[in-house]
Structures are given as structure tokens and as C-alpha cells.
T-cell receptor, first 110, second 117 residues
Framework: KNQVEQSPQSLIILEGKNCTLQ??????????LRWYKQDTGRGPVSLTI?????NTKSNGRYTATLDADTKQSSLHITASQLSDSASYIC?????????FGKGTKLSVIP | ETGVTQTPRHLVMGMTNKKSLKCEQH?????MYWYKQSAKKPLELMFV???????ENNSVPSRFSPECPNSSHLFLHLHTLQPEDSALYLC????????????????FGPGTRLTVT
């Protein structure tokens, strides 16, 4: 069973709207939680990295939150743009290696 | 060239062919990684090299053979692959190997889209 579960699997939103992507995990312990953006046909690019003691981290219009008690993280995208269309992947850096979720495919339409 | 580059970007090969994927990092990093990304599956770590020595082999079939001649280059040699090996193969590098630094930031290349016919 994958230790990092992401939801929804896919999402379509209108340009300019906000959205929130979810990541639930069972990986423990871990040193940090990461969110990546992966454009079609490209490698993942890091958006945020949070240690388990951080609650929130922002990178422009992207804001990640982490609740270590409930083992949940979310990525909030504000004022979406067409270029935000991509897969968003949650990953945990455990004591051994990175464990990835399957990703959420976001489509932003005009 | 900057960052992590991979060649070729696309590859179609038959099951009896032998081919190699190449990765080069221009970041001065000490660790390099091969990942496999199949449709609707999480990224799967295949191999890790730290200071040119293999430190991880995640039960990968022997038809995949990695090579790391120096800290900037990483190869993945392929032979007698199966159709289920069709996937996006991603290379990544980091300053130090993940386990040692509690998860050093990894920088990914654009990947090679491999199709096995």
C-alpha cells in the first residue's frame, strides 16, 4: 500500500479560481515534506519543502500546509493561471528515501 | 547547459535491442538517481549513486544496468526489455545523498520517454 495518498486524482478549474490539493501520508518518521509541479513530458520541479515542525510555507501563489498530527498536507493555489496546468506531486523524505504520491492532475481552463 | 539534462528525450526500442540512456548534471552535485515513472503510479526509485558508488538498487531487474563513470554523468543501459518497461525514466541529482542529509533537495532532468515494442 502506497504510504502517500493524494486527492483528487484530477481536477479542472477555471482560470483565476483557487484550488486546494490534498496529501495524506503514513510515512514516519520523515525529515521533510515536498510538493512538486510536473509539466507534461518534463521532470518534477520543487515548489515547497517543509520540515515536520513547519505548518505553512509559501512560494508565490502556492501555499503548502502541514498538520503532523493528522498526517495531512495541502497545496493551495491562488488565482490560478493556465500555466498552472500540470501534475502536482507530494513526496516525503523519510529516513531512507523519498516516497512519492501518484499526483493530482490539474487542468486550468479559460 | 544548466541543471540536469537527459538524452535521448524519446526512445522506441524492440525487446531484443540494446540501448543506453544518458544523464548529465551541471550542478556540482555528489549524488545521482534513476527513477521510473509509469502512468498512474508514483515515481519509483531504481538506483542511487553517491560519489560515483552505487548505494542503492531497489530490486531492479538485471535488464537495467546503471553506470556512473564520474559525479557528473549517469547512464542506464537497457537490454532485452519488456513492454511493461515502457515509462518515463527520470534522472535526478542532489548535493549529497538523501539518507545522509535528511533529504537533500533533488533536481530532476526532463526524462526519457521509453517505449518498448
Amino acid at each position: 500500500k502506497n504510504q502517500v495518498e493524494q486527492s483528487p486524482q484530477s481536477l479542472i478549474i477555471l482560470e483565476g479560481k483557487n484550488c486546494t490539493l490534498q496529501c495524506n501520508y503514513t510515512v514516519s518518521p520523515f525529515s521533510n515534506l515536498r510538493w512538486y509541479k510536473q509539466d507534461t513530458g518534463r521532470g518534477p520541479v520543487s515548489l515547497t519543502i517543509m520540515t515536520f515542525s513547519e505548518n505553512t510555507k509559501s512560494n508565490g501563489r502556492y501555499t503548502a500546509t502541514l498538520d503532523a498530527d493528522t498526517k495531512q498536507s495541502s497545496l493551495h493555489i491562488t488565482a490560478s493561471q493556465l500555466s498552472d496546468s500540470a501534475s502536482y506531486i507530494c513526496a516525503l523524505a523519510g529516513s531512507y528515501q523519498l516516497t512519492f504520491g501518484k499526483g493530482t492532475k490539474l487542468s486550468v481552463i479559460p | 547547459e544548466t541543471g540536469v539534462t537527459q538524452t535521448p528525450r524519446h526512445l522506441v526500442m524492440g525487446m531484443t535491442n540494446k540501448k543506453s540512456l544518458k544523464c548529465e548534471q551541471h550542478l556540482g552535485h555528489n549524488a545521482m538517481y534513476w527513477y521510473k515513472q509509469s502512468a498512474k503510479k508514483p515515481l519509483e526509485l531504481m538506483f542511487v549513486y553517491s560519489l560515483e558508488e552505487r548505494v542503492e538498487n531497489n530490486s531492479v531487474p538485471s535488464r537495467f544496468s546503471p553506470e556512473c563513470p564520474n559525479s557528473s554523468h549517469l547512464f542506464l543501459h537497457l537490454h532485452t526489455l519488456q513492454p511493461e518497461d515502457s515509462a518515463l525514466y527520470l534522472c535526478a541529482s542532489s548535493q549529497v545523498e538523501s539518507r545522509l542529509a535528511g533529504g537533500s533537495e533533488q533536481y530532476f532532468g526532463p526524462g526519457t520517454r521509453l517505449t518498448v515494442t
